[in-house]
T-cell receptor, first 110, second 110 residues
């Protein structure tokens, strides 16, 4: 069966510090991978998606970036965090259409 | 532009009181409509995929239906453990991403 992992689960970072969130998927090959952000009480905002290694599509211009160095690994990064980057970050994978989500990372920028 | 609107934003029911959640959508060639359940602090959990008007899917106390313009999530005799935010999403033909609604926050009082 397929499993998706995200880490860390929670993170508190000061403004201006770098960020690296990692997502890995097990049990499937060549999945589409997605990064979302969810503000408190709000819907899901798609940040990036990838259909293959090294292929990244950006949905929202911001100070975040994404990379896919391996087939089942997706990384979300920032060189300098802003207060507005706080939120709940979710990684998801799909093969046929429906997406399956990871447990999420709660990021607080102070 | 593809859009998804969910109503109501929040719904409080008594245990055993059946009701329905609505998901209205506009999309260029529906490829699939998806329902998710999200508990606080967790990633969304996939519930159903509907592909064409007239299709219905059931899981325990939940039944999802689809027309050409909207989908309903019917909850029959709900229990407190059904309390969660329910998200609806659509995938347009040829698209690799989903468009999510803002969700309906459902609370079932004992």
């Amino acid at each position: 069966s397929q499993t998706i992992h995200q880490w860390p689960a929670t993170l508190v970072q000061p403004v201006g510090s770098p960020l690296s969130l990692e997502c890995t998927v097990e049990g499937t090959s060549n999945p589409n991978l997605y990064w979302y952000r969810q503000a408190a009480g709000r819907g899901l905002q798609l940040l990036f998606y990838s259909v293959g290694i090294g292929q990244i599509s950006s949905e929202v211009p911001q100070n975040l970036s994404a990379s896919r160095p391996q087939d089942r690994q997706f990384i979300l990064s920032s060189k300098k965090l802003l207060l507005s980057d706080s939120g709940f970050y979710l990684c998801a994978w799909s093969v046929l259409g429906e997406q399956y989500f990871g447990p999420g990372t709660r990021l607080t920028v102070t | 532009e593809d859009q998804v609107t969910q109503s109501p934003e929040a719904l409080r029911l008594q245990e055993g009181e059946s009701s329905s959640l609505n998901c209205s959508y506009t999309v260029s060639g529906l490829r699939g409509l998806f329902w998710y359940r999200q508990d606080p602090g967790k990633g969304p959990e996939f519930l159903f995929t509907l592909y064409s008007a007239g299709e219905e899917k059931e899981k325990e106390r939940l039944k999802a239906t689809l027309t050409k313009k909207e989908s309903f999530l019917h909850i029959t005799a709900p229990k407190p453990e059904d309390s969660a935010t329910y998200l609806c999403a659509v995938q347009a033909g040829g698209a690799q991403k989903l468009v999510f609604g803002q969700g309906t926050r459902l609370t079932i009082n004992p």
